[in-house]
């Protein structure tokens, strides 16, 4: 069994940087796949950035992409989100994702609570 918790997030002006953590407890997290996403006010959930189980491949969505890092330390079964040159449209609820196999289609076994990140113009 699989259990995020998401540390992080917060009001910053744009052009901020923030660093979201997700904590993961379980034996199985060395072999999931992990990822980010965000949902805004009346918008769909929506990918934001994905690594698979080994840490060697990711994927960042093309409105984080150069801006967004995705990373992962199996050591002490985190994964985490750096956010640099923050934009207001990158206001949003954020949620941690883990699936055994991957998280790319939007769908994933366990999410994490979420964590609010609002940006100020």
């Known amino acids: 069994q699989v259990q995020l918790v998401q540390s992080g997030g917060g009001l910053v002006q744009a052009g901020d940087s923030l660093r979201l953590s997700c904590a993961a407890s379980?034996?199985?997290?060395?072999?999931?796949?992990m990822g980010w996403f965000r949902q805004a006010p009346g918008k769909g959930r929506e990918l934001v950035a994905a690594i698979n189980w080994s840490g060697d491949n990711t994927v960042v969505a093309d409105s984080a992409k150069g801006r967004f890092t995705i990373s992962r330390g199996d050591a002490d079964n985190t994964v985490v989100l750096q956010m640099n040159s923050l934009k207001p449209e990158d206001t949003a609820v954020y949620y941690c994702?883990?699936?055994?196999?991957?998280?790319?289609?939007?769908?994933?076994?366990?999410w994490g609570q979420g964590t609010q990140v609002t940006v100020a113009s």
């Open positions: 994702a883990a699936d055994p196999g991957t998280v790319l289609l939007g769908r994933a076994r366990h």
């Open positions: 379980g034996r199985t997290f060395h072999s999931y796949a």
